[in-house]
């Protein structure tokens, strides 16, 4: 293909193949513990740490992943301590988060550059990045493989999870600090306003097919592949925004699957 001549289309198409090996599991755990809106949320506090980079004058990668860290654990305390109302910690980080990516951009002399971080762009990828989305992807493929067991009962009943003395707080904070490393690095190529879809929408397109876990995962995956290589594609040709093309195709995909279901019953 004419576009893998070129040595960012390559790395743009190792990047997504590493994130649909690993986005599905993400993002199917974050469905099952009513954790939607916590990708949205660690994307928001993500672009903090982008601004935090640039105004630091360090590798945004870097402060971003530092700075999310310390976003997930401060989540994950949040979510105990309003433990019936769970939702109040996803809307104070995601608002504070946002104040101070605003607060951090308002001191950035040129703005422009973080525009790619906003909406994904497929020159941003780096060689690090790469690094880390495989090494991501290896350990959580990993992590799941060995868990598997565990996370599925964490999902769906943590109380259960924690009377059989399973780690449920050690794994639910390692749990939050691997999305939000996982949404840091992503944002290069998906933006930090569509990241979240990319993550969610697989597992829940894959949810209304799949009858078992593992079989939500499988097809996830394949869903994932199908539509970060199609809308890297797209964007190529047609010259659009990475995330953004990513996110509409998973849209079509979800839209064709709705109408398949309704002819179908």
Do not use: W
């Amino acid at each position: 293909m004419e576009m893998l001549q070129y040595d960012f289309m390559q790395r743009a198409v190792i990047a997504c193949l590493a994130m649909a090996l690993f986005t599905p599991i993400l993002g199917l755990f974050l469905i099952l513990r009513k954790q939607s809106l916590m990708a949205d949320t660690l994307a928001h506090i993500s672009l903090a740490g982008v601004a935090l980079g640039y105004l630091l004058g360090l590798e945004p990668t870097l402060t971003t992943i530092a700075l999310v860290i310390l976003a997930a654990l401060l989540l994950e305390y949040l979510r105990r301590v309003y433990s019936n109302y769970s939702d109040i910690s996803i809307a104070m980080l995601m608002s504070g988060g946002m104040a101070l990516a605003l607060l951090l951009l308002s001191r950035v002399d040129s703005a422009a550059s973080i525009e790619s971080y906003l909406f994904g762009s497929i020159v941003a990828i780096s060689p690090l990045q790469i690094g880390l989305l495989i090494g991501l992807a290896v350990i959580v493929g990993l992590a799941y493989l060995v868990n598997q067991r565990i996370l599925y009962v964490l999902s769906f009943d943590e109380d259960t999870a924690y009377t059989a003395g399973l780690p449920t707080r050690l794994i639910s904070v390692l749990f939050s600090v691997v999305t939000g490393i996982a949404i840091s690095i992503m944002m290069p190529i998906a933006g930090s306003l569509l990241v979240s879809a990319i993550i969610i929408m697989p597992a829940a397109i894959a949810m209304r097919i799949a009858r078992h876990f593992n079989q939500v995962i499988y097809l996830a995956v394949i869903l994932s592949l199908i539509g970060m290589l199609g809308g890297l594609t797209v964007s190529y040709y047609f010259d659009t925004p990475p995330g953004a093309t990513i996110a509409a195709l998973f849209i079509v995909i979800f839209m064709a699957q709705s109408l398949y279901l309704k002819l179908k019953d």
